[in-house]
């Protein structure tokens, strides 16, 4: 094989890996911080496992309605790599894709196992914070 030949293969390999790494890195830099839960405003985390789709598209869903919301309500990620993401879903009964709202004390007020559509998500946030 000429070196032009090698050169390409290797540039669409690193191209092909660069891309997979990428589709796999949280969308919309959604805090991990989990203590925030109950201390004054209301929080709602989406649990997130890499393994799966559901939860990156759910987030991509909670990214459209965020800008809505973003003043009265918190939004969080509850990462299934990480013991307290883990934690988190176990306590909470919930898996990849689910979304949890907690009101400004921290009592859970409602949930959604991976939520379809903005709507439910909406109907779900205006418990909490109505427009």
Known sequence: MPGWGKALITIAVLVAAATLIWSQLPRGAFPTDLDRIGQ??????VVRDIAYVTGAEVMDRLNQVRPDYADRIEFMAAHHGRPEG??????HGVRDGAVVLFDAQGHRIG???APETEAEIRELLDRAAPR
């Open 40 to 45: 004054g405003q209301p929080v709602v985390v």
């Open 86 to 91: 883990q934690a988190f879903a176990r306590d």
């Open 111 to 113: 949930a959604l196992e």
